[in-house]
Nanobody, 125 residues
Framework: QVQLIESGGGLVQAGGSLRLSCAAS????????MGWFRQVPGKEREFVAG????????HYADSVKGRFTISRDNAKNQVYLQMDSLKPEDTAVYYC??????????????????WGQGTQVTVSS
């Protein structure tokens, strides 16, 4: 199973930017579609962004479209989430996720094969 370690969370003012990184190890990284989910207390974990195994296709939640950009570097076994124009409602724990599929960029919550430990993102108003 793939091991995932996130980094890059923190505190930022509304309108600011953060870049999350996720390092993968243990398996052939390019077998996996990669994505980011987020979760706030009392709510279900929700899909934020996904990228297909080769980086050719991306998928975003409507709430982040136009503000967040997901990318991956298969040579470095890394996936990134560039978050711009951050809003207080983006505050959450962000989780890196991997799903073994070649067919899409959207990751299904119930089908994720591996999760990172999560990184806190806090956006102040």
């Amino acid at each position: 199973q793939v091991q995932l370690i996130e980094s890059g969370g923190g505190l930022v003012q509304a309108g600011g930017s953060l870049r999350l990184s996720c390092a993968a190890s243990g398996v052939t990284f390019s077998r996996y579609a990669m994505g980011w989910f987020r979760q706030v207390p009392g709510k279900e974990r929700e899909f934020v962004a996904g990228v297909s195994w080769n980086g050719g296709t991306t998928h975003y939640a409507d709430s982040v479209k136009g503000r967040f950009t997901i990318s991956r570097d298969n040579a470095k076994n890394q996936v990134y989430l560039q978050m711009d124009s951050l809003k207080p409602e983006d505050t959450a724990v962000y989780y890196c996720a991997a799903e073994a599929t070649y067919s899409r960029a959207y990751l299904h919550l119930q089908s994720v094969d591996s999760w990172g430990q999560g990184t806190q993102v806090t956006v102040s108003s």
